[in-house]
């Protein structure tokens, strides 16, 4: 799985949990893995000042963003003895309550998935040209700083 | 030179655009970025980070004459 | 959530995608929730002195083991700041590439369900009285033990 | 007293049986597993630990007359 060329991470919209169930099954012929984790990032509707986040719209640094995917996902399979790895993000407009991040890994044995998934959310989180306008629901809007 | 460079997140609000080709004839980042400052008075007072060609850059590094992306806090997942 | 009595974490047989799907898509109406973690345990079909382990079927002192996976629950509600938590395990036959366990937190914050899955997944581990039969393709078996 | 035993796991493999009645006069669990390897000899050399009323006990425990459990390594998830 690893030193293939970068992918697109990039899905139009909200991630749904039919993709995420799919993505799932697709894994149970890979005999090998004794352990799944996944990570998914949700739309929270935060109250700010009265008002409340009804969606968020992302964009990005697309050509980047996806060669610095695939630098963590190239690190992260240096590091963990990882037997597959799948990251998708959102783009464009995720409402409250809809999932923009699915981050999958699987191994062998758990200990590793544990440490490979917090790697890997960690350095998209900060390493990653994701931008993120919070609109509420009087269409004012402001922009989501990841800490 | 010519330079294309794009603007993403909160630095649009400044530059009111995305991506612009200007001609520029200065060496270092810093100078584009001073030109940009006239030019967007609004961007001088943003927090951003600065790459060329997709790789994160000081302001005191050379221009290559291709692609400089002014890129605010992130905010993935 | 918390202060339930136990209730029945079994389910007869391996734990499908579908249901994962779906136990996802119920969280999309809490829009308090910015992280999911979701741990899969998945029977592998290891090779064992050339013989390859086809499915494991579990057993468990079910009432006992429901008390714990209740103290286990509790536990990580004192501990962290989870919005939802739900454990399943399978009884009876699960085939190799099947799902065992589901785990699944949900926090606002993402640091919270890195550090509460992980705890709830090895207490389960090393403190519910579940027992697994491999089974070899040959009808042979031994007895699964959790390191 | 009457003592419900349950077995689990590869000790029923020793046992042939999931759960038996019988009627014990001893005061510690140690003592009834001793009766218990006296019919099960291939108990002995098993690896298990012991619950009564599904809590954890040591073997020197006192009996309650209530539910003994003998567990062996747990295999969960």
């Not at chain 1, 293939?4 to 993709?19: D, L, T, W, Y």
């Not at chain 2, 600065?50 to 590094?61: G, I, Y």
């Amino acid at each position: 799985m690893t030193n293939k060329k970068p992918k697109n991470v990039f899905r139009q919209g909200a991630i749904s949990s039919e993709f995420i169930g799919d993505s799932i099954a697709k894994h149970q012929t890979k005999t090998s893995i004794g352990a799944h984790n996944i990570f998914l990032g949700q739309v929270r509707a935060d109250e700010i000042d009265g008002k409340t986040v009804s969606a968020i719209e992302y964009t990005a640094y697309e050509d980047m963003a996806n060669a610095k995917f695939h630098e963590i996902r190239e690190a992260a399979f240096a590091k963990f003895n990882l037997t597959c790895m799948h990251i998708y993000h959102s783009l464009g407009t995720v409402k409250a309550g809809e999932i923009c991040l699915f981050v999958f890994v699987s191994s062998p044995r758990r200990k590793v998935v544990f440490e490979a998934l917090e790697f890997i959310v960690e350095a998209i989180k900060s390493e990653v040209p994701v931008f993120g306008k919070e609109v509420f629901e009087d269409n004012t809007h402001q922009w989501k700083v990841n800490n | 030179m010519t330079i294309t460079i794009k603007y993403f997140g909160l630095l649009t609000e400044a530059t009111q655009c995305h991506e612009e080709s200007i001609n520029f004839s200065g060496v270092l980042v810093s100078e584009l970025l001073e030109n940009l400052f006239s030019k967007y008075p609004a961007l001088k007072h943003k927090n951003f980070q600065v790459a060329q060609n997709q790789v994160l850059v000081p302001v005191n590094t050379k221009l290559s004459g291709n692609e400089i992306a002014l890129l605010p806090p992130y905010a993935g997942g």
